[in-house]
Every structure is written in structure tokens, then in C-alpha cells.
């Protein structure tokens, strides 16, 4: 190859590298340009969307006045049907078991001794309050209660209160004749099922114990304050009554046995445990008979409230008149929607 064609050829290489940058050159400046117009436009086209968007809301605002202004009549009408409703409260706190220390100190005094005679001492740190608690929340104590206490009627069938008298639904139940009159489906029937019993009580009964456990709140909500006031009144009464009805039964059965086994067991030292165990359980029946606040001792009593605790009637107002706004809007939007897509 001559020098005449080899510098032809490097001339060419090197027009043809300009021919490229200038390409690339060209090509972004047209990218970037095309971008900024791109972004302009879409920023215009979401100004323009949102000027159309208010002013089909503008062009529709007398329906939206409308529907909010039903809703908002509708919730006041509403909210002024609820009956009122009163919360009756009571503060208890924990009663210190001073029969429980003893058994402790046996427990670590003579626990390996006790262990060879098959006898579990324990460890005396059992929470009564817990129990308690779970206790007066079991079907089997509601039930019992509403039994006892005969307030299933009002229960299950009152629907206000006059600010005298209890209001009675006479669909449900006729005081006239005195017989439930409610039309149920089966396997329910007119008298109400202790299922349905508990779970109407449930639904008005709060149990709540602050974080350190020093205290806990029991209250009840109903139409009457003064059969709120009551129940609360009754339900720690019974609770205490429940738990201490249990622990005297489980200390004269373990009394029983252990009299047995001392009788049974000719080692001494299993005897001394044994007598032990049953001046510990006779104190715990003796603590049990002197003391009605055997659990729970009244902080501060349930009281008949003057004030109503629900409904929240300008909430549901409120909530209404936010409601019936955005169902309008809601509706002149997809009225528009529909009506541009048909055309």
C-alpha cells in the first residue's frame, strides 16, 4: 500500500469518528429537548386535569349539597333514636393473702420430705387476682349469676329506660302475662338460651387491670344506671364470695387428707410436716370466714351515673354530614365518567 492511499484511508477513519460524535451530540440535545417539552406538557396536562376535575365538582355542587345534606339529617335522626347508654364502675384492688406466707416456708423447710410421702407442698406464689379475673369471665360464673341475680328479663328484652323505669320490649317479652314472647328460629327458642345470655353480658361487662397489676376496674354498661350500679355491685360481691367458696373447699378437703395420712405415716418428721400443712389450711379457712373482701377490696364503689357514656351523638353527626359529602362528590364524578365514555 502506498502512503498516498494510507493517509486516504486515516482522512476517511477520522471524517468517519466526527460523523459519529456529532451524531451523539445531535441525539441528546434532541433527547433533552424532547424530555423538557414532554414534562412541560405533562405538568400542563395535570394543571388542565385538575381544573377540569374541580369544575366538574363546581357544575354537580347542588347535588352534592343534597346528598350530604340527607345524610346529615338522616345521621341527627338516627343518632337521636339511640337510647342512651350508662357505664357503672367500680376500682377494686388485690386483697395480700396473709394465709400464704406459710406454706412457702414449709414448701422449702420441708419440701424433700414431703416429696418422699407423694406430697407436693407447692410453692405458694399462686396469682389469685388472675384467677379471679378469668373466673368472673367464664360462662359458668355469668350464668350463674344471671340465674341467681334473675336478671335475664332485663337482659335480654329491655331496649331504653324513661328515667324512671326500665323500657321492656314488648316483642320480646309480655309482662303482662309474663312469658317470652320473642319469635326465634331454631334451635333458639322464645326463652333465651343461656348461650345467648352470656354472650349478651359479655358485650356489656368490662374487666380491665392496670399494667402493675395493684388494680382492677370492673364496669357495666346499660340503659338503666341504677341496675348498672347494682350488677357491679353484685358481681364483686359474688366474685369474692366464689373464690373464697372454693378455697374453703379445697382447704377442708386437704385437711381430710392430710389427717389420713398422718395416721397412716409412723415417721415423725412426715407427721410434723402434716400438722404442719393443717394449721396452714385451717388459717386460710379462718382468714376465709372473718373476710368478705376476700379477693377484691373496694377502692372506690360503683356509683349510679348521671351522665350517658354512649352514644356519641355529634360524632355520628359528624361522621354522617363527612359521609354524605364524599358519596356526592363520588357520584357527580362517575356520573361524569359514564356520561363522557357514551358519548
Known sequence: MSNEQQIKQDIGARLDNVEYQLNEVISKGLATEFSDISYQYAHEKDEIDLRELWRIIWSGKWIII???????????LFALSLPNIYKSEALLAPVEDKSGGGLSGLAGQ???LASLAGVNLGSGGNDKTALAIEVLKSRKFINKFIETREILIPLMSAN????KNLIIDSDI???ANERWVRKATPPLKSKPSSQEAYKAFMEILSVTEDK???FVSIGVEFYSPELAKHWV??????????IKAREVAEAKKSIRYLSGQIEKTPIADMQ???????EEQSKTIMFAEVRDEYVFKTIDDAISPELKSKPKRALICILGL????MLGVLYVLVRHFLNSNEA
Open 66 to 76: 343534597s346528598v350530604t345534606l340527607i345524610f346529615s339529617v338522616l345521621s341527627v
Open 110 to 112: 420441708f419440701g424433700g
Open 160 to 163: 331504653g329506660w324513661d328515667g
Open 173 to 175: 317479652y309480655d309482662e
Open 212 to 214: 402493675t397489676g395493684s
Open 233 to 242: 355491685d353484685w358481681l364483686v360481691k359474688d366474685i369474692n364470695r366464689e
Open 272 to 278: 410434723a410436716i402434716f400438722y404442719e400443712l393443717i
Open 322 to 325: 363527612i359521609l354524605g359529602g
